[in-house]
């Protein structure tokens, strides 16, 4: 039986991933590298792990260093935090969870100062009984250590978790937390590239019918 709902944040929660790729393209430009690629980072690893691949993949030179980076592309995307949204029906199905007695907690690579910002933004604090950010791990997904952590704190068994993830790593982080895992798809071709064992939503209004076999003895 599910006692606990396991949320990443981008991607997940809100409806941000452009304004994330936009952060990225404009950090790449500044360096010199024009790139129309909506998505040009791998999602769910974090920012700064994303720019070692980044200056990989586009051949970058620059005295910059990885925080440097990570910092811009921050502050690039916190500019355009008006352009996000919260996932269409997030907040009916976690308040629905909760009123059912499902703890709920947030696991993301992202940074706190980011976090902060977002939560107070769209006051979703008052979701989440537990809030895991990426300083608090040593490892980023698809270790399952944000996960397991999430878990901890909440004093529920991983096993009795499901996890909500919007990227290929974060799902495989929550299988290997050995948690049900459920995908969570911006569109149609986002879907076929996720691995949820058949548990992809487009949106929360569906979320309840792939737990339904999960939820029975709350």
Not at 67 to 96: C, M, P, W, Y
Not at 152 to 166: I, N, Y
Request: proline content about 2%; overall charge negative; aromatic content about 10%.
């Amino acid at each position: 039986m599910i006692r606990a709902a396991i949320f990443d944040l981008d991607g997940t929660v809100l409806s941000d991933e452009q304004v994330y790729g936009g952060a990225f393209r404009k950090v790449l430009k500044d360096l010199g590298v024009n790139v129309k690629q909506k998505y040009p980072h791998k999602g769910g690893i974090g920012v700064g792990e994303n720019w070692p691949y980044l200056l990989s993949k586009y051949k970058v030179k620059t005295n910059k260093s990885l925080a440097e980076l990570s910092r811009a592309t921050q502050q690039a995307f916190l500019k355009n935090i008006a352009d996000i949204e919260v996932k269409e029906g997030f907040e009916e199905f976690i308040v629905g969870l909760r009123e059912i007695g499902v703890a709920t907690a947030l696991a993301t690579s992202n940074e706190w100062f980011v976090v902060e910002e977002i939560l107070d933004k769209f006051n979703l604090a008052k979701y989440f009984d537990v809030v895991v950010t990426g300083e608090e791990a040593t490892a980023k997904k698809p270790d399952p250590e944000l996960f397991i952590i999430a878990a901890q704190r909440l004093g529920v068994d991983p096993r009795d978790c499901v996890a909500f993830e919007d990227s290929a790593a974060g799902i495989e982080a929550g299988k290997r937390a050995g948690m049900v895992v459920i995908g969570v798809a911006r569109d149609e071709k986002h879907a076929k590239e996720l691995d949820g064992d058949g548990k992809i939503i487009n949106n929360y209004a569906q979320a309840y019918d792939k737990l339904e076999e999960y939820l029975g003895g709350s």
